[in-house]
């Protein structure tokens, strides 16, 4: 395994701080909007940032020929079910627990491309995947029994996990000649009318406008996490192999833990803290190559 870039640490670096700290902010807009509402309005907000950055960038918003059909598969997994499927979850079950699920995603990726495309595993990256399923265990372990009183939760986080697994693999084994930043701004486009029809069906129009904390989570989550995270998660999905990119989303999820603790009081147990060391370990041996004899 080749060496990965300072410039690719600090995208995964920065990827990891927005998308952490993003859930506990779901709870707060959630608390106000229902969930279909909530995402048409984060994803309206995506598209207009992505819009002008590719204006002032002057990037093309062109795709290639042959290319819709795995880009309308890669949107409705990568954005569509993630959407919804995560909101749902954090309804049902604490923000931070919702993310543990839905970051099982490199587990779900190893497995697919073990059986799907008979992907092999060095030995020192199957050690990183099965200490990050330790870490995930050990933040499950202690909410065991909220997940069997609501078990909707356990699904909706899990369903979401497996469904980004599938987009990242469309996106990784498809070649998209030219495309930049259209191909986050295609699928967020791709994903919009559906959900917000949903949103007028399901929710109906609002009665009330929320309040400005709901509103400035719900705009903050569309422009930034949505945006500008999503974009840099495709640009390291072209950048490192599969499993590698997938493994290191697994810190996301203690960021959500901290970010849980900081804003929402939620307190730290010892196995989140072994947890914590645990992701260490596993991003280490999943990065940094092992010396040369």
């Known amino acids: 395994m080749s060496r990965v870039s300072p410039k690719v640490l600090a995208l995964l670096g920065l990827l990891t701080l927005v998308w952490g700290t993003n859930w506990p902010l779901f709870r707060i807009a959630l608390d106000e909007l229902p969930v279909w509402t909530f995402r048409t309005i984060v994803l309206s907000a995506a598209v207009i940032m992505l819009t002008l950055i590719l204006i002032v960038r002057r990037e093309s918003f062109a795709v290639p020929k042959g290319k819709w059909l795995p880009l309308i598969a890669a949107s409705a997994m990568n954005i569509g079910v993630w959407n919804i499927a995560t909101s749902f979850a954090v309804l049902y079950i604490p923000s931070g627990h919702a993310s543990v699920l839905a970051y099982t995603m490199p587990l779900w990726v190893a497995a697919i491309g073990f059986a ?25 372990i202690p909410n065991f029994q909220s997940y069997a009183s609501a078990p909707l939760g356990l699904f909706w986080g899990l369903f979401a996990g497996f469904c980004w697994a599938v987009g990242t693999f469309i996106v ?30 399901i929710d109906g129009l609002p009665t009330q406008w929320p309040s400005t904390k709901a509103l400035t989570a719900t705009l903050y989550t569309g422009f930034i996490p949505m945006a500008l995270g999503t974009a840099t998660w495709f640009a390291l999905v072209k950048l490192l192999p599969a499993q590698v990119a997938a493994l290191s989303s697994i810190a996301i999820p203690i960021v959500a833990i901290v970010s849980g603790i900081l804003i929402l009081n939620e307190p730290l147990s010892a196995l989140q803290a072994v ?19």
Do not use: D, N, Y
Request: net charge positive.
């Open 116 to 140: 799907a495309f008979g992907q092999k595993l060095t030995g020192r990256l199957l050690a990183a995947i099965l200490i990050g399923a330790a870490a995930v265990a050990a933040l499950m």
């Open 172 to 201: 990784k084994r498809t070649a998209w000649p030219g495309m930049g930043l259209s191909l986050t701004f295609w699928q967020v486009v791709l994903t919009l009318p559906p959900i917000a029809i949903g949103a007028l069906v």
């Open 275 to 293: 947890a914590i060391a645990s992701t260490v370990i596993s991003l280490w041996l999943a990065l940094v190559p092992a010396r040369q004899k």
